[in-house]
């Protein structure tokens, strides 16, 4: 970023700050940390200034100029939530959000060629983590966070039905999720196939799977892991070529999501470096 964009950018934030914009009074950005950005005008501007906006949520009996905040939305291909009255003014009490918040994001989504790229430019086979409906941000951040120190190229979430690069999922990740490439496809199904077509195989993390330290991993991998509490898609479990189970010993039978995403990428991890120290 240039010091002309820097000096723009500050001119932006102190104009929300200030609840004034062109004469006009509006509502400022949320004081929480969650980088809400509420109301009409504040998102039309963050819009125009091509912030990082991860989702939109609107009123869906609202009228006016949220009609022109879709539409700016869908051209830049940012998600819009419709929502009722009563969810907004959840998301900002005693705030006046005149029906709209916009969420901002804390890093750019990539294409499934850019992780690809990642994995050529290191000369490495690519080590892709596919998320498959992962809404808790916690969650998400977490495996974030691994993925990003065992070495992973990057990842893969939908753009439904899952949590995305919020500011709770940067914190939580520790920063990670700046340099982690993350990708949000409209349909995972497709962005296996597409990983499949470029020589990545596909492991999926079920029950019914095998004892993942008795698989070979040390190829081009796409590690899928499933929701919280409901797993892969049936869809997915299907294109997997292989089904990986970790070995449970107590009374207990499945693990939080990010904990057990963690055991499968440093499982990965291990026989990689296991496989360079043979050569």
Known sequence: ???????????????????????????????????????????????????????????????????????????????????????????????????????????????????????????????????????????????????????????IIPKRRSASLNHTVFKTSAGAASWLPVARVANLASAVDKLKENGVWIYGTDGSGEDCYGVSMTGPVGLVIGSEGFGMSRLLKDKCDFLLRLPMAGKITSLNASVAAGIFMYEIVRQRTADKIKD
Do not use: W
């Open 1 to 155: 970023m240039n010091n002309k964009e820097k000096s723009f950018d500050k001119r932006l934030d102190r104009r929300f700050k200030n609840g004034k914009h062109t004469g006009e009074h509006f509502q400022a950005r949320s004081a929480d940390d969650n980088g809400f950005i509420i109301g009409r005008n504040p998102v039309i501007e963050a819009l125009k200034a091509g912030k990082l906006i991860d989702s939109i949520f609107v009123n869906s009996e609202a009228g006016g100029s949220i009609s022109l905040i879709c539409k700016m939305a869908k051209e830049r291909g940012i998600p819009i939530k419709q929502v009722n009255e009563q969810k907004l003014s959840g998301m900002c009490p005693g705030e006046s959000h005149q029906g709209v918040i916009a969420v901002g994001a804390c890093a750019e989504y990539v294409e499934i060629e850019d992780i690809l790229a990642a994995a050529a430019e290191k000369g490495e086979d690519p080590f892709v983590i596919i998320c498959d409906e992962i809404e808790d941000p916690h969650n998400l951040g977490a495996i974030i966070r691994t993925a990003e120190a065992a070495g992973a190229h990057g990842m």
